[in-house]
């Protein structure tokens, strides 16, 4: 499975940005679409999950209420869709997913964690300025 993000930039506090990523090869092995973003100098954040059924979708503590997962099955991609962008959200968002039969259930606890994903694309930049 390979992925690729893209949608980075520069914005300004309180714009928003849309993020993509682009899942190719055997992506009916994966059941699980996530982003995390890491900024520097800090670890690894857990921003959203989905499946790509759909039906579940888990956010991170700072991100939920104003971030928007979802997937477009036929064109096998995720989006994540950020309003109101502070600073803080600056950082580089990756995709990553995880392996297993579609219909799989995550639990909420698991989808957080970085460990959990098998497959990690390139990341993109998204730089907020105050």
């Known amino acids: 499975v390979q992925l690729q993000a893209s949608g980075g930039g520069v914005v300004q506090a309180g714009e928003s940005l849309r993020l993509a990523c682009l899942a190719s090869g055997r992506t009916f092995n994966t059941y699980l679409m996530g982003w995390f973003r890491q900024a520097p100098g800090k670890e690894r954040e857990f921003v959203a999950a989905?499946?790509?059924?759909?039906?579940?979708?888990y956010y991170g503590d700072s991100t939920k209420g104003r971030f928007t997962i979802s997937t477009d099955n036929a064109k096998n991609m995720v989006y994540l869709q950020m309003n109101n962008l502070g600073p803080d959200d600056t950082a580089v968002y990756s995709c990553a997913a995880r392996s297993g039969p579609r219909g799989t259930i995550a639990t909420s606890v698991a989808t957080r964690t970085h460990h959990f994903y098998d497959y990690w694309g390139p990341g993109t930049q998204v730089t907020v300025s105050s």
């Open positions: 989905i499946t790509w059924s759909a039906q579940s979708t």
